[in-house]
C-alpha cells in the first residue's frame, strides 16, 4: 500500500511535467500575440508580455492585401467541408468494396492501394500539377478537393478493419430480405461505422485546415488564399515581419482545431482503438 501510495504522486508529477514541456510552445505563442513586433523575439526569454499589446488581434484581422482574416477563415471552410466529405464518402464506399466483395484482382488492387500509403507525396507533385494545368484547374479549389473524392488509402484501410469486425451474418440477413449491394453499404455498414468515419473525418479536417503546400500550389488570387496562406503572408523576408499579428491570427487559426478535438476525441480513440479488432 506504501508503494501504491507513492506510486501515484509520482505518476502525476511525471504527467504534469510532460504536458507542460508539450503545451509550452502553444503558451509561448498566445503570449506573443499580445507582443509587439519588434520585442517577440528580443524578449523570448520572457513568457509574460512587457508592455501587452491588445492591438495585435484587430491588425491580424484586417488582414492582407486588402483582404480581411476573415475572408481566408471562410475560404479555409469550404476547402476543410467539401474535401472531408468526399474523403469519408469515398473511403467508406471502397472499403466496403474490399470488404464484402470479392472481385478478379481483389488482392492486386488492394496491395496497390496500400503501397500508395508508402509514396511520399512529393513524388508525384510534378505530374498532378501537369495534368491540373491542362485541365486548366489552376487558381481554383478543384486540385485540393477533388481527389479526396476518389478515396484516401489510410482512411479506406482504417474503415475497412472496421467493417471487418461487423459480423458477416447482418449480410446474409439483409440480402434475404431483398437488400442489394448498395442497400447492404447504406443501411447496414454505414450505420456501425460511424466512428471510424468520424475518425476520418477528423483527421481530413486537421489535415485540409493545416495544409500549406497545396494552396501555395495551385492558389493565385489572394481572395481565395486560407488560413495557411493568410499566415505566411504576414512574414516579410525583406523587411520586418509582421510577428504580433501573425501570432494572434495563429491562436485563432487554433480555435477551430482545439473545439473540434475536445468535442469529438471520444470518437478518435473509438475509432482507432476498434479498427484493429476482428469478431
Given amino acids: 500500500m506504501a508503494k501504491i501510495k507513492l506510486k501515484w504522486p509520482l505518476y ?50 484586417e488582414g492582407i492585401a486588402g483582404y480581411s482574416f ?12 467539401v474535401a472531408t466529405l468526399g474523403a469519408v464518402i469515398s473511403s467508406s464506399l471502397v472499403a466496403f468494396g474490399f470488404a464484402r466483395n470479392k ?18 507525396s512529393d513524388v508525384v507533385l510534378v505530374p498532378q500539377y501537369i495534368i491540373y494545368a491542362k485541365l486548366e484547374w489552376l487558381d481554383s479549389i478543384k486540385p485540393i ?16 478493419q472496421f467493417i471487418r469486425t461487423i459480423p458477416v451474418e447482418l449480410d446474409e440477413a439483409a440480402t434475404i430480405d431483398g437488400c442489394g449491394k448498395f442497400g447492404l453499404y447504406f443501411r447496414i455498414i454505414l450505420p456501425l461505422i460511424r466512428p471510424s468515419m468520424a475518425t ?3 483527421f481530413s479536417f486537421y489535415w485540409r485546415w493545416e495544409d500549406l503546400l497545396g494552396p501555395v500550389l495551385y492558389l493565385n488570387s489572394p481572395s481565395k488564399y486560407t488560413v495557411s496562406m493568410g499566415l505566411k503572408m504576414f512574414l516579410d523576408s525583406e523587411s520586418v515581419s509582421n ?37
Avoid: C
Fill in 243 to 279: 510577428w504580433g499579428p501573425m501570432f494572434a491570427m495563429s491562436v485563432l487559426s487554433l480555435a477551430p482545431v482545439m473545439i473540434i478535438f475536445f468535442i469529438f476525441q471520444k470518437q478518435i480513440v473509438e475509432g482507432i482503438s476498434t479498427s484493429g479488432l476482428k469478431g
Fill in 12 to 61: 502525476h508529477i511525471l504527467i504534469g511535467g510532460l504536458a507542460i514541456v508539450m503545451l509550452y510552445p502553444i503558451l509561448w505563442m498566445i503570449m506573443s500575440s499580445f507582443k509587439e513586433s519588434r520585442l517577440v523575439f528580443v524578449t523570448a526569454q520572457h513568457l509574460i508580455p512587457d508592455p501587452w499589446e491588445w492591438g495585435n488581434y484587430a491588425k491580424g484581422w
Fill in 200 to 202: 476520418a473525418a477528423i
Fill in 145 to 160: 478537393v477533388v481527389p479526396q473524392f476518389f478515396g484516401v488509402p489510410f482512411f479506406i484501410f482504417l474503415m475497412l
Fill in 103 to 120: 472481385f478478379v484482382g481483389h488482392g492486386l488492387w488492394f496491395g496497390i492501394m496500400m503501397m500508395t500509403l508508402m509514396l511520399p
Fill in 70 to 81: 476573415g475572408v481566408f477563415i471562410k475560404n479555409s471552410f469550404v476547402i476543410v467541408i
